[in-house]
């Protein structure tokens, strides 16, 4: 089974910095991409950041030249650095891992979601 650990989360104010890191263990051949969710309470789950294995990277707008996704491929981990946070940041982060393939089962990838972590910025 592949499990994904997430860490970083917490209270910061507005302005002020936070590191998430999602690293994935288990038995793990190859993970497609890996990157960050969240969802705000009342709203639904969306997409923060993503990146590949080859480094291809796709940022929601409203985080764009403020967050930050990079990935250590070697070690199953990718991190996201977020800057200037806003209240309107504040949310539950959770990873994610697209198309994971096991040793035992090269043909197939599945999806795998971090059990999240609390993001909170106050004004």
């Known amino acids: 089974q592949v499990q994904l650990v997430e860490s970083g989360g917490g209270l910061v104010q507005a302005g002020g910095s936070l590191r998430l890191s999602c690293a994935a263990s288990?038995?793990?051949?190859?993970?497609?991409?890996m990157g960050w969710y969240r969802q705000a309470p009342g709203k639904q789950r969306e997409l923060v950041a993503t990146?590949?294995?080859?480094?291809?990277?796709n940022y929601a707008d409203s985080v764009k030249g403020r967050f930050t996704i990079s990935r250590d491929n070697a070690k199953n981990t990718v991190y996201l650095q977020m800057n200037s946070l806003k209240p309107e940041d504040t949310a539950v982060y959770y990873c994610?891992?697209?198309?994971?393939?096991?040793?035992?089962?090269?043909?197939?990838?599945?999806?795998?979601w971090g059990q999240g972590t609390q993001v909170t910025v106050s004004s």
């Open positions: 994610h891992a697209r198309d994971v393939v096991q040793p035992t089962t090269l043909w197939r990838g599945d999806d795998y």
């Open positions: 288990g038995s793990i051949f190859s993970i497609n991409a």
């Open positions: 990146m590949t294995t080859g480094g291809s990277t």
